[in-house]
């Protein structure tokens, strides 16, 4: 009962592989007339699988065992992420960083091997679990083939006008020395120095009489901003106001030079001032934001006029509601500075005088004194705030612990930094507005992915797809020397080099000689270096898969995108815009969604916290199915718990799956449905009842697996079993099976049923145990009433043998669910007595039914067999208002059934046994009509 699952799975899956059963399923379903594609978003090439892993490959093989059997031609080709930084970090503390050991060609070779070994370890975990799928031909983003497409799929984006080059901020890790994609930052608490700083006016009476006041010569005005990055004032070229925000003119702490007035939003005025020592605010005058553009300031410690810039960005929530602006480190920054034509007027180095490794370039002028040049930045910062003091500008300065981006490989802070760099324009070409359009045309499961996706893309800046790495995809374009520009014809030019990645790998590109591409052109333009962001490999899996395997079964657009929450802003969102940028609508029709797996407490897991839980493990002390029944069990909408307790829950859970499974079997012994199968109408009531059972149930699984509510059928499933089947329907019908001779119709008609529910059952369960239903497939008959079974459940669908109970039956469910419930209220009346020890079992009490009189008319026709149903003596059924009595037998008791029988002892040649049970021994057998 058991199963001994860590031991018969191993076998099971041998013989899968043996008999090649992935490729017997897609020669038998090919040529099926509906198709259902679910894509595998790529996992990462790197590591051994973890529990998150097994539970999002375990919800696709069941989506996509469900679609198999529902008709559908659905099949499974798995793929992986190849390219990327952790690869390149673990192939370093081997060999070295490039040109240490190996050259760039040797030391991606490695990065391939790395991946391939990678891949190869993840596959055996995989195909362990009971993933069916092409595991012999998954796609890789490393095949040369796939990279060949990559760089089609690119070219035909730049043909759109998606193409972007500029010198922006973008996510920085000086670790990774690379910028980063939205989705390859997390956030993390990071204490950083918390000051206000005075930007005093270049013009105090100008910006005073702004506020309709006059002032004295001599007293300062000055708009203090609020920053957590002291880091960026050397970069600071502007401050920004809300346009319509309500601001103040109030008098602030005394300067160094005397009275010193300060500009402050109104609804953070006195929070601010209480920060600076002053208790008493004294306003001087109000005004919107909108008449202080282009009143200059002067940065805290360069000689440089920073103008007054307007900005929707700025808020009157926290700080000041003035926003010291460095375009060259923040994305509204450079947005506001570029609409009033700042980037133009500075230079690279002034705009962001952060280098790769996060120090402050050479030649960097120093700050009041204070020598930044070559320091870096967050040592800077402490610097930055003296050099403000030593002014007299600095208004308060205090650390803060507040959320900030960091790099989700290294978990240390980012920053923003402006560098040339490829981007896909949100704008340049509509992207956002045609993305957004085709989120609409998407189902969402659950409903709020579309809300959270839309968001994202509603907000999201330019998509920032070039990297400075060695182990990815080369941007094959080339770029004028002396403009920058791509070439024209780079396009066609971007297809010529696919067709050499194809042959040779991305080697090709680095190797062939400009000439060869360009001709006279060559002398002008110069080779992009920078890799395509591995969120562009996985993002055009719809181009690089779906529309290059249609042998395979699959095509674009994919019917089901399956991954965790967290994709809306990676896989989900890069292949939304890539798909939308290439053919104007979204890679999917619908997108399913799974949380992340934590402990029995809600924690995240941890291998620091020791609170993991590993799926190999796992399948080796409980077995794979027990697993795949936890996962399908959960809520996966939301956090999925797990801990070694609730695995123990969905063991026992699985132990009553198999035992049903097991009985049904075993009741099963002798019976040949080619020859013993009743037809429905023929079958004992009870017989009837529970196919018509078995009916209802499979039309709420199957739509419980159209939905993918995969709990839903979990709780379905075991409800059946224990109640239907094993508190009721398995329970009665021992007697029957038991006593009744081999061939009669009574036993006939129970082996019948249990045919049925045995062919609905190892179905109903093969998308989630599928090596249990395989096991339990292979121990039905051979040979059905249609022809030889199918090698494996996969190759059938949904079994068409069960139907409702006809609305002319003797014994409707309506009458059925009146029995049930009569049954329930027997057993209240039998339990007090069998408590009191007036009788042990059931059967030693004799039952009289006082029914009303309408009941009575129809449970009378029952009378001689209710005792059968109620598992009791004889059953008396009166007239009266409902009541039930109870009273022990004292008739003898059957050696044979048990039952106690007036009869027993009167038949000489059977002295132990009553008068049915010599009938069902010397004769044909009893009658059974109802139960």
């Keep these: 009962m058991r199963g001994d699952l860590p031991k018969r799975e191993p076998v099971t899956l041998a013989r899968w592989e043996q008999d090649g059963l992935y490729a017997r399923i897609r020669q038998a379903v090919g040529g099926r007339e509906r198709s259902f594609v679910l894509h595998d978003g790529p996992p990462y090439a790197n590591g051994a699988i973890h529990i998150g892993h097994a539970v999002n490959k375990v919800l696709k093989d069941i989506v996509v065992k469900s679609k198999l059997l529902s008709g559908f031609d659905a099949p499974y080709v798995p793929g992986w992420d190849c390219h990327g930084l952790p690869i390149e970090v673990a192939v370093e503390k081997k060999f070295g960083k490039v040109g240490d050991k190996l050259d760039a060609a040797q030391f991606r070779q490695k990065c391939r091997e790395y991946a391939a070994e990678q891949i190869d370890q993840q596959r055996r975990d995989f195909k362990r679990l009971g993933i069916l799928g ?28 998606h193409l972007l080059r500029g010198a922006k901020p973008v996510h920085w890790c000086f670790d990774c020395g690379s910028a980063l994609a939205e989705a390859e930052i997390e956030y993390a608490d990071k204490t950083s120095p918390a000051i206000d700083v005075a930007y005093l006016a270049r013009d105090p009476q100008q910006l005073a009489r702004v506020f309709g006041v006059d002032i004295d010569a001599g007293v300062e005005v000055a708009v203090p901003i609020w920053t957590t990055t002291p880091w960026t004032l050397p970069a600071s070229l502007a401050v920004s106001v809300g346009p319509d925000i309500e601001y103040v003119l109030a008098e602030g702490p005394v300067g160094p030079r005397g009275r010193r007035l300060l500009v402050l939003a109104a609804a ?27 009143i200059v300031l002067a940065h805290p410690f360069y000689e440089r006029d920073v103008p007054l810039l307007l900005g929707d960005h700025v808020s009157d929530e926290d700080g000041t509601g003035a926003v010291h602006t460095a375009p060259g480190h923040g994305q509204e920054d450079f947005a506001v500075s570029r609409k009033y034509g700042l980037i133009e007027k500075y230079t690279a180095a002034e705009m962001n005088p952060v280098d790769s490794r996060g120090r402050y370039l050479p030649g960097t002028p120093d700050a009041n004194g204070h020598t930044i040049a070559g320091v870096h930045i967050w040592k800077a910062n402490d610097v930055l705030v003296d050099a403000v003091r030593d002014v007299g500008l600095l208004l308060a300065a205090h650390p803060l612990s507040h959320s900030y ?42 409903e709020w992915g579309e809300a959270r996706i839309t968001g994202m893309v509603e907000g999201r800046p330019d998509w920032c797809i070039s990297r400075q790495r060695t182990w990815g995809v080369p941007i094959a374009l080339f770029i004028h020397r002396a403009t920058g520009e791509p070439h024209p014809r780079s396009p066609e030019l971007m297809r010529d080099v696919a067709t050499r990645v194809e042959s040779a790998g991305v080697d090709a590109w680095y190797d062939c000689d400009a000439t060869e591409l360009l001709g006279p052109d060559a002398e002008d333009y110069e080779k992009v270096t920078d890799i395509l962001d591995v969120w562009f490999d996985s993002g055009v899996t719809h181009e690089c898969v779906l529309a290059q395997r249609p042998q395979d079964g699959l095509r674009k657009p994919a019917d089901l995108y399956l991954e965790g929450s967290d994709q809306h802003r990676g896989w989900f969102q890069s292949s939304l815009l890539t ?20 402990d029995a407490q809600g924690k995240k897991m941890s291998k620091s916290i020791g609170n993991t839980v590993e799926p190999q493990k796992v399948i080796a002390q409980m077995g794979a199915d027990v697993l795949r029944l936890w996962i399908a069990s959960t809520d996966y909408r939301n956090e999925m718990s797990v801990s070694d307790e609730i695995l123990k829950r969905s063991g026992d859970v699985y132990r009553r799956l198999r035992n049903t499974a097991r009985v049904l079997l075993g009741n099963l012994d002798g019976f040949d449905p080619v020859e013993h199968l009743q037809p429905l109408e023929s079958m004992v009531a009870i017989d009837r009842w529970i196919v018509h059972r078995a009916y209802e149930l499979q039309q709420k699984l199957e739509a419980a697996y159209a939905r993918y509510d995969f709990a839903e059928i979990v709780q379905s499933l075991a409800n059946f079993c224990s109640v239907d089947l094993g508190s009721l329907y398995l329970d009665v019908t021992k007697d029957r099976l038991y006593t009744m001779p081999a061939g009669s119709a009574g036993r006939r008609s129970a082996q019948t049923a249990m045919y049925h529910l045995a062919e609905a059952f190892a179905r109903w369960i093969a998308p989630v145990l599928s090596f249990t239903a395989d096991e339990m497939w292979h121990f039905l008959p051979a040979v059905t009433p249609s022809g030889a079974r199918a090698e494996n459940v996969l190759l059938a669908t949904w079994y068409d043998g069960l139907a409702p109970l006809p609305p002319d039956a003797p014994l409707g469910a309506e009458r059925f669910d009146a029995l049930l419930a009569l049954r329930e209220r027997v057993s209240r009346v039998l339990e007090p007595m069998r408590a009191a020890g007036e009788i042990g079992a059931a059967l030693e009490a004799e039952i009289t039914l006082n029914a009303t009189a309408d009941d009575a008319e129809w449970l009378r026709g029952l009378e001689d067999e209710l005792r059968f149903l109620f598992i009791s003596g004889d059953v008396t059924v009166g007239e009266g208002t409902g009541e039930i009595a109870a009273r022990r037998t004292g008739k003898p008791k059957c050696a044979r059934c048990w039952h106690y029988r007036a009869d027993v002892g009167t038949h000489a040649a059977h002295p132990q046994i009553c008068g049915r049970c010599v009938i069902n021994i010397e004769g044909a057998g009893e009658v059974r009509r109802w139960f």
């Design 268 to 294: 953070l005025a006195e929070r601010a001032l209480k920060r600076y020592g002053v208790e008493d605010v004294r306003v001087l005058g109000t005004s919107a934001g909108a008449p202080m553009e282009g």
């Design 134 to 161: 092409h595991w012999e031909n998954p796609y890789r983003t490393m095949d040369f083939r796939y990279e060949a497409d990559m760089l089609r799929a690119l070219a035909k984006i730049v043909e759109r006008g």
């Design 405 to 446: 981006p960091h790099c989700w490989r290294h978990k240390t802070p980012v920053i923003f930094r402006a560098t040339p760099q490829w981007f896909i324009s949100m704008e340049q070409a509509g992207l956002r507005r045609d993305a957004l359009a085709a989120i609409k045309d998407v189902g969402w499961v659950p």
């Design 579 to 598: 798909g939308v940028a290439m053919d104007g609508v979204a890679p999917f029709r619908q997108v399913l969604t799974h949380g992340f797996t934590v």
